[in-house]
């Protein structure tokens, strides 16, 4: 009887154990992300991420590049981007890195509606992505401001916001001081786009297609 009545006793503990393993994940899962991202980030590979994006489930399959893969500023940024399942609005003075660049392509193909806005000088720089997702099919627009389009930031699902001083590109990327801000805030996120009105309107409705 005493061994039983131990084991029925294990088995309890063990169970609530397991409940409350499972509801500190939950909880987790459900807070409202918050995160800062310092760059230089060191190199990385991000075929993974990009994989699983793809085809989510599928066998993983190695990468014949020599860089490493690992948790690094880039590496929680790009995760970050393809999280969206519903919109991604961009808004970036400069954007030449083609690992980010792959990843917008690929929401875009997997049918995220994906809207961009950059500066009209800086979009047709050596090197710069924005002709490639243009020609991809993406709806870029650029600012009409007589001074620079410098804001850098992204809004997932228009409920996450995305910003700091990063631009998109490799030497910031690889080689500068930045900080991205990662703040999952619906009102925020709204009210980024609107604040950033040149005209009375958000600035994506205020500037002009290319």
Known sequence: MRAAGGAALAALVASAVTAVALAVAAWRRARPVREVLFFPSRPC???A???EAAEPGAPARPCPCP???GDTALSRLVRRLLSARRSLDLCLFSFSCPQLARAVQLLHRRGVRVRMVTDAQYMGMYGS???RLRHAGIQVRHDQHSGYMHHKFAIVDR???ITGSLNWTAQAIQSNRENVLVVEDVELA???CESTSTDGNDTFSSSKEV
């Open 190 to 192: 709204e009210f980024w």
């Open 49 to 51: 991420l990009l994989a």
């Open 67 to 69: 860089l490493p893969s």
């Open 45 to 47: 590979c991000i075929e």
């Open 129 to 131: 992505q924005v002709g």
């Open 159 to 161: 409920r996450m916001l």
